[in-house]
């Protein structure tokens, strides 16, 4: 089988609509990206729990697809990481939705992969972590096809593609294997 290289909001959805929970895309994306960043030791337990047991191979290939793409960006900081939400051509309240959605997915992965969201001690991460739950908490509802609200929304979306890839990178730093001294040491 060929690597996806590429996976559609709509490919996602049409996946989800098969699976018993019909979960939304952003939030399963959120959810994987969550999972990815902590240091999961099931690596299917995520899958398990958006499309049920019984899951067809079609819709296996396309969680997968969105796990191995989203693993890539991740581990490679990749520009091209995006949060998976509905296109602009849609409605900002359903946009904003789908954002919340989205963060709340990213928290559940957190605590799957056994990251603690709450009482930690103050740091860069835990203002991150505390952003995404406000994020997650927004009231879409209120939101007003404005251009105010349109450049609010977008500078929003920028930032938590930002918090989650300092989540990734701080949370893999803090488990990297400590080497002592620099190379430079080594050669004296």
């Given at each position: 089988?060929?690597?996806?290289?590429?996976?559609?909001?709509?490919?996602?959805?049409?996946?989800?609509?098969?699976?018993?929970?019909?979960?939304?895309?952003?939030?399963?994306?959120?959810?994987?990206?969550?999972?990815?960043c902590g240091h999961p030791k099931d690596?299917?337990?995520?899958?398990?729990?958006?499309?049920?047991?019984d899951e067809s191979e079609a819709t296996?290939?396309?969680?997968?697809?969105?796990?191995?793409?989203?693993?890539?960006?991740?581990?490679?900081?990749?520009?091209?990481?995006?949060?998976?939400?509905?296109?602009?051509?849609?409605?900002?309240?359903?946009?904003?939705?789908?954002?919340?959605?989205?963060?709340?997915?990213?928290?559940?992965?957190?605590?799957?992969?056994?990251?603690?969201?709450?009482?930690?001690?103050?740091?860069?991460?835990?203002?991150?972590?505390?952003?995404?739950?406000?994020?997650?908490?927004?009231?879409?509802?209120?939101?007003?096809?404005?251009?105010?609200?349109?450049?609010?929304?977008?500078?929003?979306?920028?930032?938590?593609?930002?918090?989650?890839?300092?989540?990734?990178?701080?949370?893999?730093?803090?488990?990297?294997?400590?080497?002592?001294?620099?190379?430079?040491?080594?050669?004296?």
């Amino acid at each position: 089988m060929k690597p996806v290289t590429k996976l559609s909001y709509n490919e996602l959805e049409k996946a989800l609509n098969k699976t018993t929970l019909k979960l939304h895309p952003s939030q399963v994306h959120g959810l994987v990206c969550g999972f990815l960043c902590g240091h999961p030791k099931d690596t299917k337990a995520w899958e398990e729990l958006v499309a049920g047991k019984d899951e067809s191979e079609a819709t296996h290939i396309v969680l997968q697809s969105l796990y191995d793409l989203s693993a890539k960006q991740l581990r490679e900081f990749l520009f091209e990481f995006q949060l998976m939400l509905p296109k602009d051509t849609k409605e900002l309240p359903e946009r904003a939705e789908a954002l919340t959605l989205w963060c709340q997915g990213m928290l559940t992965g957190l605590k799957m992969a056994e990251v603690p969201i709450t009482d930690r001690q103050p740091s860069e991460l835990t203002e991150a972590i505390n952003d995404l739950i406000e994020v997650a908490k927004m009231n879409y509802e209120d939101v007003v096809a404005s251009e105010e609200d349109e450049a609010a929304y977008t500078d929003l979306v920028e930032y938590i593609r930002m918090v989650v890839t300092f989540i990734y990178q701080d949370l893999h730093e803090q488990d990297a294997p400590k080497t002592s001294g620099t190379a430079k040491d080594k050669l004296h």
